[in-house]
């Protein structure tokens, strides 16, 4: 298996990845429009963040997403995992193991981090199980969100 950095040829596989994480967690369907223009973005937009995908024979296996948070505090960037995706099939595999030790490897070569961050739901304790065995453990702070109004 090869894990690499997501590139513009993976944009359908990383667009039907949210699109079926959306559905299964959430029951949301996404707007296909936004969602492609969102991955495109991320995809062009290294500042931002990056992708990386697990790929054998060819074939994306799974996927997560990184963008970056500074600390003014440890002069350091947050790396937050975010839209993690494994096809059911490859599930319990280790392909999330192997993102996850790559995400790790990436930052110590770019001077490291302050540390790696996700959020999941709180229902979803097969994914948290997974998050715990690899070291991440519960983090002290809650998370609070207000989305802005639609016009």
Do not use: C
């Not at 967690?25 to 990056?50: C, H, M, R, W, Y």
């Not at 054998?56 to 990184?66: N, R």
């Not at 350091?76 to 595999?93: L, T």
């Amino acid at each position: 298996m090869l894990i690499r950095k997501g590139e513009a040829k993976d944009l359908a596989a990383l667009v039907a990845f949210n699109q079926a994480m959306a559905h299964e967690t959430e029951g949301l369907q996404l707007d296909s429009a936004i969602l492609e223009q969102g991955v495109a973005t991320l995809l062009n937009t290294p500042a931002k963040g990056f992708y990386l995908v697990a790929e054998a024979e060819g074939e994306i296996l799974g996927s997560l997403m990184v963008t970056f948070e500074w600390s003014d505090w440890r002069a350091k960037d947050y790396y937050w995992i975010q839209s993690v995706y494994i096809r059911p099939q490859n599930r319990r595999q280790g392909i999330y193991r192997q993102l996850y030790q790559a995400v790790k490897d990436l930052a110590a070569a770019n001077g490291g981090a302050a540390s790696f961050r996700l959020y999941v739901e709180q229902e979803n304790t097969k994914a948290q199980h997974t998050y715990e065995a690899l070291g991440m453990g519960k983090s002290y702070y809650l998370m609070y969100e207000e989305k802005p109004q639609s016009k």
